[in-house]
């Protein structure tokens, strides 16, 4: 959009305005210094409009004036000033960018004001002067009657023309300064950055979430249906309370599903939105919920901090889908803190000869970490041949993530009777 000279020169006539009670201050407070009475018809004396400036500068650096500002340049210099972020408070990086604006925008603005004040009047009344006359002399030029008096009205437009290209440049320097002085500040651009990182972290932790929670009930689900399928007619008792779990995995993975997408749809989620996340002291309601026989060996846990908590749990409830999804009898889960760390571990039978049916024997065993990580493994490569390996899933790779975001190690692979999830969590943050 382009914008034209009009509304530039609108804007240099709002900081004249705002600068008038600044001036009449000045002029009245140096009228009383002087003992002598204020004159209001002139306003722009040289000595009060310098005086001034700093009075301007300190009022910007106190007042909140930088929205006005901001509108102001973006509605009338055409400015592609960026709409700054909302602060608790105003840092003073942000304090003297902002009075070094006012102050330039109510000192250019004034001088703008007064020759548009004294100039457009002065061309009129030189225009006036062939047909009216006016007096003898005039800018310290004797004003002739007649055919002489012919050359007034050419003065006066080149006035009204020096006061016109005054007020286009003087409208080009603001617009250029406006999005360095009332922009956002590098402070303010770090914090941005922070907040966009904090919710893509806290994006990308929902997506997580919403795929163990849905999968691990997805896997319930099945479960508890086959067995529900089974034993429907020789035992009706044990049916229904496979059904009660189906319902309960389907109720608790809607509400997962519910809670994030309302999330995702109001915009920016803000970083741990939503109702408090499962940790390891919900394990006995992942067990119960689950169906399967879970012998836990659950060790104390008080001073496991809450992230490592929340970590540990939801590998936990990828360990047990895995277990559920594709071994069969009980599933050992053993927690227990040893000197620093947090230990997980979870085995469960996989096959009569201990190998998850249809894999590999000599599968080698999958340990990563944030120091030792396989250097060909990725995203998508099958690691072993065990229950966390499905083909374009997220079981040992959604694991290995986690646990290299707390630095800690995991091991995935086959032992003598089945397959063995161990993994190492350290409850202290180290370089």
Do not use: K
Not at 87 to 102: D, F, L
Not at 191 to 196: K, P
Not at 235 to 251: F, G, Y
Not at 275 to 280: F, I, K, M, N
């Amino acid at each position: 959009m382009r914008w034209n000279l009009p509304r530039r020169w609108a804007c240099l006539i709002l900081g004249g305005a705002l600068l008038m009670p600044y001036m009449m201050t000045g002029v009245l407070t140096s009228g009383l210094l002087q003992g002598q009475s204020a004159n209001f018809l002139l306003p722009l004396q040289l000595g009060v409009f310098v005086a001034v400036l700093p009075v301007v500068a300190v009022t910007g650096l106190f007042l909140p004036v930088r929205a006005l500002e901001v509108s102001a340049a973006q509605g009338l210099l055409g400015a592609r000033v960026e709409t700054p972020p909302r602060q608790a408070g105003r840092s003073w990086q942000e304090r003297w960018r902002t009075a070094a604006w006012y102050t330039l925008h109510l000192g250019v603005g004034g001088l703008v004001s007064g020759c548009t004040l004294a100039g457009v009047p002065f061309t009129v009344f030189t225009f006036a002067v062939p047909f009216v006359g006016g007096p003898e002399r005039m800018l310290g030029i004797a004003v002739e009657p007649g055919w002489a008096a012919l050359r007034w009205p050419l003065i006066g437009l080149a006035v009204l023309g020096a006061v016109v290209l005054f007020a286009a440049g003087a409208g080009a320097l603001l617009a250029r300064l406006a999005p360095v002085l009332l922009g956002p500040t590098p402070g303010e651009r770090l914090a941005a950055a922070e907040r966009r990182a904090r919710t893509l972290a806290e994006r990308n932790r929902l997506a997580r979430e919403l795929h163990d929670s849905v999968g691990h009930a997805l896997s319930v689900v099945t479960l508890q249906a086959a067995s529900a399928g089974r034993v429907l007619d020789r035992d009706p008792e044990t049916a229904r309370t496979a059904l009660a779990a189906i319902e309960q995995s389907a109720r608790a993975a809607l509400d997962d599903l519910d809670h994030v997408l309302g999330v995702l749809r109001d915009g920016d989620p803000p970083p741990e939105a939503g109702p408090p996340q499962a940790t390891l002291a919900d394990l006995g309601d992942l067990a119960d919920a689950s169906g399967a026989e879970v012998r836990r060996e659950v060790g104390d846990l008080t001073g496991v901090p809450a992230v490592v908590s929340r970590e540990a749990y939801r590998i936990v409830q990828e360990a047990l889908t895995n277990a559920l999804r594709h071994g069969q009898g009980p599933v050992r889960l053993a927690v227990a803190v040893q000197d620093d760390d947090l230990r997980l571990e979870i085995t469960n039978e996989t096959g009569a000869n201990g190998t998850q049916r249809g894999a590999r024997s000599d599968a080698p065993t999958d340990r990563s970490g944030a120091r030792n990580n396989r250097p060909n493994a990725g995203p998508g490569d099958r690691v072993g041949a065990g229950p966390g390996d499905r083909v374009g899933g997220r079981g040992v790779t959604g694991m290995r993530e986690r646990v290299r975001l707390l630095r800690g190690d995991l091991e995935a692979g086959p032992v003598a009777d089945g397959w063995r999830v161990s993994v190492r969590l350290p409850l202290r943050s180290v370089p």
